[in-house]
């Protein structure tokens, strides 16, 4: 199978993305904030180095007369979302959710059952899918989501994340959020960080569901995005999704991308693979104290274990500088008691 790198896939299927999704279910911030300072922190964590370590660093932070404490204004918190937050194998979600529209979207459009890399979609065949490269990846985004307004693509994220299943699991992609992460983002936004989401994903596939899965609202997200336009249809404005390409934000384009939508640089920031290493480095040089974090997919058996050879997530140039910037690795099989929640 030809491998896909996480830039290409997400410049080719993101040109789909654009601004205008809703926030859902918004959380009582003021009650999160009190049940976590009174129950034990990060309790899917086994007890160790790496759970140590978080709170170690949020305790110094946030109390007042230590000489490591960050005011509030400061506390930024920043997270990757594929494999950091959610699972990411055995390929980007997203790209799953463009195939689904692929098959959805068949009835009115017998021509793909023999035109590829629609049949290869029709017939469950990733292979052929993957091995067309950036020319079928487009060839998908383009025939099932040119010219949608926003509104009508939030709705068609929504009803996906709320019903599709994944291969492995059969959980609903919603669920397979990693409940030790979502601790620790309920953990900092309890000591008075903001936490925020520098994905290389869709900012407009994301933004329809991270409040109800992460607690964090929609202007609290980066994301990867296409260009937009205005419209009138039937005498209502509306924006329309434009098949050309706005930001990518992964790899170096990270740090540029919590520039412009944020202003400030994280003094926390956690990823999982060398797409994130620009975020991690830019992070932990700043002045004051800093925490980077490596999230290591090492557990085959509830989820996936790679690193250094995978086409999703590859993690090589990470694992090597890790020791050398202070970035902690949290090895998922022996530091989080479970992976989702039960």
């Known amino acids: 199978m030809k491998n896909i ?31 976590i300072k009174t129950s034990a922190p990060l309790s899917s964590w086994n007890d160790g180095h ?16 230590n000489a490591d404490f960050i005011p509030v204004t400061d506390r930024i918190a920043c997270f990757d979302n594929d494999g950091c937050l959610w699972t990411e194998q055995p390929f980007y979600f997203q790209l799953a959710f ?16 023999t035109t590829q890399p629609f049949k290869a ?14 020319h079928a990846i487009l060839e998908i985004v383009m025939a099932t989501h040119a010219g949608m307004t926003t509104d009508e693509f939030s709705q068609v994220v929504k009803e996906w994340i709320s019903t599709a299943l994944h291969p492995k699991t059969g959980k609903l992609y919603k669920d397979m959020v990693f409940q030790p992460m979502v601790e620790l983002l309920t953990y900092l ?41 205005y ?23 990270k740090p540029v991308g919590i520039h412009q939508h944020i202003g400030k640089r994280p003094v926390f920031t956690a990823g999982n693979s060398d797409g994130d290493y620009a975020m991690l480095k830019w992070t932990v040089e700043g002045e004051g104290p800093r925490f980077g974090m490596i999230v ?47």
């Open 50 to 65: 790496a759970k140590q370590s978080i709170i170690d660093f949020v305790t110094r932070t946030t109390s007042e007369n």
């Open 231 to 253: 419209a009138e249809i039937d005498g209502k404005s509306v924006l329309i999704k434009l098949p050309e390409i706005n930001f990518i934000d992964d790899k170096e384009d």
């Open 121 to 134: 979609v029709l017939e469950g065949d990733m292979e052929t899918v993957m091995a067309g490269g950036e």
């Open 296 to 342: 290591h997919h090492t557990d085959s058996v509830r989820e996936y274990a790679y690193d250094r050879e995978s086409s999703i997530g590859r993690l090589n140039k990470g694992l090597d500088d890790a020791s050398k910037y202070n970035w902690l690795v949290v090895d998922m099989k022996e530091d989080w008691k479970e992976i989702y929640k039960e």
């Open 189 to 229: 936004r309890a000591h008075g960080y903001k936490t925020f989401i520098v994905s290389g994903g869709g900012i407009d596939f994301l933004r329809p569901w991270t409040e109800e899965a992460y607690g964090i609202p929609s202007d609290h997200v980066i994301g990867s995005s296409g260009k937009v336009k």
């Open 98 to 113: 463009a195939m689904d529209r692929v098959k959805t979207l068949a009835p009115d459009h017998p021509e793909w059952k």
């Open 5 to 35: 790198t996480k830039t290409t896939i997400i410049a080719i299927a993101m040109i789909l993305l654009v601004n205008g999704c809703h926030t859902i279910n918004p959380k009582d911030s003021s009650k999160e904030n009190t049940d």
